[in-house]
């Protein structure tokens, strides 16, 4: 018997996000076998460090995986793999997607009874249920692109002229004719890319959707939208969509598109306009980012120089020895100098880390008061008034403290300012899953009260001490994790089960619930996005999903947000706030020492060029002089020069599994004095490209 032809190609290029990969191939494994056809899924992985590659093997031996040894993009990436792939309909799927349990079938019998379709897109909600408009977008268009970059696509997003970009004006509950399809989601026809050829290879990233949606169209062909069927699509995941990297790549990606497609004079005009925006919209982000950062110190001076114009005012009419008014420069001058020494100081003591502790502000102020009256008495014009400065000091103290307790006393109702307010979480799952759950939470550290469970269905009971069954083990991040079984819990709040998921609505309300957990291997993807389209906006509540047998707990807050995910690991000292800090300051001054001693030291470098350029580029903060190189870190740091491992004697070269564990035990143990090691032993080498 000839073997079945298959049906379906699904294609996932990945780049160091392992724990989002392991949940989008739950939900494709479970896709598939309701589809019932034969499937083939491939993953290419961009030379990940984060375990990604161990992890599919261990997991998901089905998948037709292809190691790449760099990082050729997400354009090369999905063109390994279709090259390869022989399914009837291919489909291009971003690891950070889960698919309802219906979606591959729905989707192929909607191009089964849809021959002139070329592509498919469906409906995607982002992390908390929200509709994403992108599901459906038409043709950039000089015009097109015009009214989305200057916001008129925003302010009118439901203009049949303004709105084409994500053409607000169709419905997003009914199928529709589109022009582009999304890159998150993208099935296309077999046949139709044999006609019109695979994903452009000029683009990077971003934009390689536009122009294969419009080579489509151009070849004949229809692409559509189908809302019968969902996808959550955790945006802002892969790349930062609030930087000014997404900025630059995004609209670049828009001129080549109409280099590409449009007239000569047509595109040089969208050129024109479209580098135009890039520079307004790249400023725009940078000054909305250093604004935002900046506001809290911003603030914090305003309220300072408020304070102290009104003391003056006061110390100069009651109790000046000679009563004559200050000059002009003690508010245009000194106070702006005591503001910068004052908030610098309280900045390093740790004033603006979380949760607040007024000790920091207290000893920051004290310190920078006490430089701002030794510096004082060097200069004779400056010189102004002891007491103004201790009472300004007292008045600094009681700024900052204040300003925290009103913020802290409108946000939660209490004065507890040094308290980090715990989330009252919800488990949705059997009484195992949420035994689970919370031993994650408490090995991770996680800053919350769980409240209790919610059963998801209605022959679940109560709660009943439950022994968990441990997931399989398998390498991450060079190591072994395996999520041990957790020890019977005391029965207690966190282990009763408060109602069944048609009570959630009021469960949220009554116990004033900050998130739920979904358990994946109790919730199929269809329940828990049915969930979360359905439960009321107000009160806010944000949505994490433990995937079936995973250590990952994952979630988004908004299509913008980076999202956050808790996990097994311990915290690492390298991320705490203060470590941070005296990380960059050592940067900074050792930078700075290197630069002015270049002279003598360039002859003893290996690479004299690269050591001045990474001098520069650690003082701009772009590079920094130890890091991690092979570890995946849970957020962006800045690229470094020297990894922990390069400090070790070793006969041979190391692996690379090694160099992982290596950093991470750097990371966890982290102090400024490592880094000092580190550039003594590899000082010859600190020109390293």
Not at 148 to 156: D, E, H, N, Q, S
Not at 215 to 234: A, M
Not at 448 to 473: D, S, W
Not at 603 to 621: D, I, P, S
């Amino acid at each position: 018997m000839p073997p079945l032809s298959v049906k379906l190609s699904v294609v996932i290029v990945n780049y160091n996000v392992c724990y989002f990969l392991e949940q989008a191939l739950l939900s494709v494994r479970r896709a598939t076998e309701r589809l019932g056809q034969p499937v083939e899924v491939f993953v290419v992985d961009n030379n990940s460090v984060d375990g990604s590659v161990a992890m599919v093997k261990a997991r998901f031996p089905e998948v037709v995986l292809i190691e790449n040894k760099d990082n050729p993009g997400f354009s090369k990436g999905n063109n390994q793999a279709l090259r390869q792939a022989t399914g009837e309909y291919q489909l291009l799927l971003n690891p950070d997607t889960v698919v309802e349990e219906d979606t591959f079938r729905a989707c192929c019998e909607f191009m089964d009874a849809h021959p002139n379709a070329g592509g498919l897109g469906v409906k995607m909600l982002d992390g908390q249920g929200k509709f994403l408009p992108e599901s459906k977008r038409g043709l950039p268009t000089p015009g097109v692109a015009f009214y989305k970059i200057f916001g008129l696509a925003r302010l009118f997003p439901t203009s049949r002229r303004f709105g084409r970009y994500h053409l607000g004006f169709l419905d997003k509950d009914q199928p529709h004719e589109i022009d582009v399809l999304s890159g998150a989601f993208m099935l296309m026809r077999k046949a139709t890319l044999d006609q019109v050829g695979l994903l452009d290879e000029d683009y990077f990233m971003y934009g390689e959707d536009i122009d294969l949606s419009y080579r489509i169209t151009q070849g004949g062909w229809k692409n559509y939208y189908l809302p019968g069927t969902r996808i959550i699509h955790y945006k802002g995941e892969s790349t930062k969509r609030t930087s000014v990297n997404y900025v630059f790549v995004f609209y670049r990606a828009m001129v080549i598109f109409a280099q590409k497609h449009f007239a000569p004079g047509r595109a040089g005009l969208f050129s024109l306009l479209i580098n135009g925006a890039i520079w307004l919209r790249a400023g725009a982000a940078v000054a909305m980012r250093l604004l935002t950062q900046a506001a809290p110190i911003l603030l914090d001076a305003g309220l300072i120089y408020g304070g102290m114009f009104f003391l003056k005012n006061y110390w100069e009419n009651n109790h000046k020895y000679v009563r004559t008014d200050y000059p002009p420069e003690f508010m245009l001058v000194a106070v702006p100098a005591y503001l910068v020494v004052w908030l610098t100081s309280a900045y390093l003591s740790g004033a603006y880390d979380q949760p607040t502790k007024t000790a920091r502000i207290v000893r920051g102020i004290f310190v920078g008061t006490v430089l701002i009256s030794a510096i004082s008495n060097f200069f004779d014009a400056y010189r102004f008034s002891k007491a103004l400065i201790i009472l300004g000091g007292v008045w600094a103290v009681v700024a900052l403290v204040g300003r925290r307790l009103a913020t802290h006393f409108l946000r939660y109702h209490d004065l507890r300012l040094s308290e980090k307010r715990q989330k009252n979480v919800a488990i949705v799952g059997s009484g195992a899953e949420s035994l689970r759950v919370r031993h994650l939470l408490e090995q991770a550290g996680v800053q919350a009260r769980i409240i209790g469970f919610i059963t998801p269905a209605a022959e679940v009971a109560a709660a009943v001490p439950v022994a968990v069954e441990a997931p399989g083990e398998y390498a991450a991040g060079g190591g072994t994790a395996t999520l041990a079984a957790p020890p019977l819990l005391s029965a207690g709040p966190a282990d009763e089960a408060l109602g069944e998921v048609r009570q959630l609505e009021d469960i949220i309300r009554i116990y004033a619930l900050d998130e739920l957990i979904f358990c994946g291997r109790d919730l199929s993807a269809s329940q828990i996005i049915s969930l979360m389209v359905s439960l009321p906006q107000q009160p806010p509540v944000a949505y994490k999903i433990l995937p079936q047998d995973s250590e990952y707990i994952i979630g988004s807050s908004s299509k913008d947000s980076p999202g956050d995910y808790y996990t097994l690991d311990i915290t690492l000292n390298l991320f705490r706030p203060e470590q941070v800090r005296n990380k960059r300051l050592l940067d900074i001054f050792t930078s700075l020492l290197l630069l002015l001693a270049s002279p003598l030291l360039l002859g003893f470098q290996q690479h004299k060029g690269g050591f001045l350029r990474n001098c520069g580029r650690v003082l701009a903060g772009s590079c920094t002089w130890v890091g991690l190189r092979y570890a995946a870190a849970p957020q962006r740091l800045a690229r470094a020069i020297l990894s922990p491992a390069d400090g070790v004697q070793a006969r041979g070269p190391l692996t690379e599994a090694t160099r992982r564990r290596l950093e991470l035990l750097y990371a966890k143990d982290y102090e400024p004095g490592t880094d000092l090691r580190i550039l003594l032993r590899r000082f010859r080498w600190l020109g390293t490209e």
